[in-house]
Every structure is written in C-alpha cells, then in structure tokens.
C-alpha cells in the first residue's frame, strides 16, 4: 500500500441540525443523520481511499456489532482492513455528535478498544513497506507511548518512509506524552489548540516554531476558516482556507491530513501538499460526516 494510516478508529452517529437537546422524553426532528468511520487513523484512511490512494488501516475494534459495522464501511470505501484487530469484551471506540447549524460540532464520545492498542497489534512489515505512514490519534492510543514503537516509526523512516502524525483531543493532560514522538515522526499536523496546549506559546507562530525545533522537518497547524500555517526550516507560509458554505467541521482535520498525504505521494512539496489538504478538508466541510463530499481526485486548481 502506498499509504497506511495506524491509530484511532471511531464509529460516529450524526445528525443535524441541533440546537438543543430535548427536555426530558420530548423528541426533536432533524434534516439528516448519518453513521461513519472516523477517528484520526480510520477517517483518514476512507478519506484517502475515496480521493483515490491505496491505503491500509491498521488499529483496533471491539469484537461488537460496532466494529463488524465500522469494519465493514471501510472495506466497502476501498480501505484495506486486514490489519484492524478485534478486541474481545472491549467496546468499538464511538461518537455521538450533535451538529449545530453552524457546523459545529459538541460529542458525547466513548474510546474504547483505541485506548489498547499496542505494538504487538501491529503488523510491522506495513509499516516498513508503506509509502507514508500517517500516525492518528497519538494522544490516545496510550499503548503505543513505548520505545519499542518508536524504534519501529525510525526503522520506517530509514527505509524512506514519510511519517505524518496528528492528533484526536484537545484535552492538556494528555499532551504532554505527544512531544516523545515528534523526533520520530517527518511532518505534525494539529490544530490550534493543540499546538498551543503542547507549548504554552502565545501564538501560532511561536508555537509552530517551538514544535519544528522538537524534531519534525514540518510543522502544519490548522486554523479553522482561518486555513493554515506551514512550518518548515525556510520559514512560515500561511495557506488560506477555501470559502464553501459549511455543513458539519466533523472530520475536517482527518480531511486536510488525507489531502496532505496525498499531495506527498504526488511528489508536491510541503506546502503544495497542504493546499490540496485545504481543498479536501473544503470538500469534507460541504456535507455531514467526516467523508461527505468525497467522490473521486479533489485538486486545488
């Protein structure tokens, strides 16, 4: 596979338009509803599949009608799922969102067989074969905080492969454990938040700064409706989000990081490869799930 995204795998249930939730056993009627893959390994890799690269997924699931259902929506998107394993008495990780009419987007989250995932789940031979290894949701994929998985990342990178790395929470207590991987990995993609809670800067700049010193080669921080900021040793680009109506955010930074990846395997350099990111995370933002709008190649032109 040219690609092979490791990490979070989620189950979302959406709807939308919601305002409130209901006063006790009263019942709101909405637009839409729809049940996804996501999470920051798993939405990836539909996002991925569905722009069309070949890729894997290696994580863990449950053994519950959750994972069959999760399982079987990748598979059906062109994901190759042989390195997903099942989790006996665990739950398949899964969200509720309820989407605002700005596209915003409260959860109700439980994670799961995420928080078990270990080395020894891992089929190291993908990880050395891929193209790009796209690593999701490190900050909860506490099993894999070992040395032994990072000498597996470097093995990879060695041997040419490119590691990308983003994140799934905003929660501070779990950023500090982060930082062990950014020597390890060639590009780290989070969001403004998090950037932000993993240096105490003040701003983006310094925090992307303060993040590119760590060990990555770049440093891509997401912006919102703001697009952007490219951290490289030549210096500080920013890229501006595309201008669409906005549906549902959900799944918009697992969106810019499939772009991104793609932009790599198609030989662009960093910042090329961030805005084909920002033309898919657009696409994503246009609809409800984490995969809407994504029906074949997105350029940027």
Request: overall charge negative; aromatic content about 4%; hydrophobic content about 45%.
């Amino acid at each position: 596979m040219s690609v092979v995204t490791l990490g979070v795998h989620i189950v979302d249930v959406l709807a939308r338009p919601v305002e409130s939730i209901p006063e006790g056993q009263d019942t709101h009627l909405v637009e839409q509803m729809r049940i996804t893959a996501a999470g920051a390994a798993a939405g990836t890799a539909v996002d991925l599949a569905k722009i069309g690269v070949p890729v894997a997924s290696l994580g863990a699931v449950g053994d519950d009608e959750l994972g069959d259902f999760l399982i079987m929506v990748m598979r059906n998107r062109g994901v190759d799922v042989a390195g997903i394993v099942r989790k006996p008495g665990e739950q398949t990780a899964a969200s509720i969102l309820p989407i605002r009419p700005d596209g915003g987007r409260p959860s109700f989250h439980v994670p799961g067989a995420n928080l078990g995932l270990s080395l020894a789940d891992i089929d190291q031979e993908r990880v050395t074969a891929a193209q790009v290894v796209h690593l999701g949701g490190m900050d909860v994929t506490w099993g894999l905080h070992d040395p032994a998985f990072f000498d597996l990342v470097d093995k990879a990178r060695e041997g040419g492969t490119a590691v990308t790395m983003d994140l799934l929470s905003n929660m501070a207590d779990l950023m500090p454990a982060v930082r062990a991987f950014l020597p390890h990995v060639d590009y780290f993609l989070p969001n403004e938040e998090q950037a932000l809670l993993l240096t105490g800067a003040a701003t983006v700049e310094e925090a992307a700064a303060a993040l590119l010193a760590e060990g990555p080669r770049g440093v891509l921080i997401t912006l919102g409706a703001e697009g952007s900021l490219v951290a490289t040793e030549e210096g500080l680009t920013r890229v501006p989000a595309l201008d669409v109506p906005v549906v549902d955010t959900t799944g918009c930074g697992d969106a810019y990081c499939a772009g991104f990846v793609a932009g790599l395997i198609e030989g662009r350099d960093v910042v090329g490869a961030a805005r084909l990111g920002t033309a898919v995370a657009a696409r994503v933002a246009g609809g409800l799930g984490s995969d809407a709008g994504l029906d074949g190649p997105v350029t940027d032109a």
